[in-house]
């Protein structure tokens, strides 16, 4: 099972305007969220973070927002760069008895930011 | 550079052959994961080491794969007896307590012809 969705395969975004990436998740046990960029050849790099007692976290260009309720989490990129372009992954995990923090990843969004 | 390192980056072998793979953890970083990437797909977790006590695997981890951190520091990944079904990009990371940021090494792209 898909535990952690993202449904969007590919997004096209112009220079300058806002990226918006989305993420679902279905377990009510995973406690903080992640996102990581991707590019080709490379293991994947954090970008940022959110706890499940916040609802939103911000670095720079970069907002994580945290729906509970529904179980939804999105990344905004503003302004989007043409290095933004990349494969994104949301992650999340649950700590377990053993004090793990497996990641459970999504499928990942490659984004594509236009000139 | 004080970020993880893997090695090899790149390793192709011949089915039936054994293969063993090396990660260095950021030096502070107790906690050690290794997941493993197939085209098209998120990494999927495989084990975890907290200094040196492998504490979790997988199912995805088959008998034929073997994972060890002596001395909680580097780690190994070793498959025996590679079928073509292992060839993947195989990940590392590293990390604080919890909850804290995963940071991930580069991989090694294992091909098995």
């Known amino acids: 099972d898909q535990q952690v969705k993202q449904n969007s395969p590919s997004l096209s975004v112009q220079e300058g305007r806002i990226s918006i990436l989305n993420c679902d998740y279905t377990n009510s046990m995973f406690d903080y969220f992640l996102w990581y960029k991707k590019y080709p050849a490379e293991g994947p790099t954090f970008l940022i973070s959110i706890s499940s007692i916040k609802d939103k976290n911000e670095d720079g260009r970069f907002t994580v927002f945290l729906n509970k309720s529904a179980k939804h989490l999105s990344l905004h990129i503003v302004p989007s760069q043409p290095g933004d372009s990349a494969v994104y992954f949301c992650a999340a995990s649950a700590r377990n008895i053993q004090g793990a923090q497996k990641l459970v990843f999504g499928q990942g969004t490659r984004l594509t930011i236009n000139p | ?113």
């Not at chain 2, 493993?36 to 794969?65: I, M, V």
């Not at chain 2, 073997?66 to 001395?71: F, G, I, Q, T, V």
Request: charged share 25%.
């Open chain 2, 1 to 113: 550079d004080t970020g993880v390192s893997q090695d090899p980056r790149h390793k192709i072998t011949k089915r039936g052959q054994n293969v063993t793979f090396r990660c260095d953890p950021i030096s502070e970083h107790n906690r050690l994961y290794w997941y493993r990437q197939t085209l098209g797909q998120g990494p999927e977790f495989l084990t975890y080491f907290q200094n040196e006590a492998q504490l979790e695997k997988s199912r995805l981890l088959s008998d034929r794969f073997s994972a060890e951190r002596p001395k909680g520091s580097f780690s190994t990944l070793e498959i025996q007896r590679t079928e073509q079904g292992d060839s993947a990009m195989y990940l590392c990371a590293s990390s604080r307590g919890y909850p804290h940021e995963q940071y991930f090494g580069p991989g090694t792209r294992l091909t098995v012809t």
